[in-house]
Nanobody
């Protein structure tokens, strides 16, 4: 499974960004897709995930601000991020879970200025 992420950038406090991730390869085996993030000096943390059936999960700090969605026909997952805060600044990594193994895309940097 190969993952190509896009959509990062610089945004002001309170702004919005949309991250997208497209999967290719053995896509028929993908179960959960989602996004992790890693800020400088911090551990990687799960931001949001969505199963092939559409069940979603969010980190508490982003609930009500971020929305994850998935298009199984296009094999894409999207993270809509609203009301961004400086603490959301991080490298965001798309992942896809296949039979218990995670595959990763290259990270995309999100920077939120105060």
């Amino acid at each position: 499974v190969q993952l190509q992420a896009s959509g990062g950038g610089l945004v002001q406090f309170g702004g919005s960004l949309r991250l997208s991730c497209a999967a290719s390869g053995s896509i028929f085996s993908i179960n959960t897709m989602g996004w992790y993030r890693q800020a400088p000096g911090k551990q990687r943390e799960l931001v949001a995930s969505i199963t092939s059936g559409g069940s979603t999960a969010y980190q508490d700090s982003v609930k009500g601000r971020f929305t994850i969605s998935r298009d199984n026909a296009k094999n894409t997952v999207t993270l809509q991020m609203n009301n961004l805060k400086p603490e959301d600044t991080a490298v965001y990594l798309c992942y896809a879970e296949v039979w218990g193994m995670n595959y990763w895309g290259k990270g995309t940097l999100v920077t939120v200025s105060s």
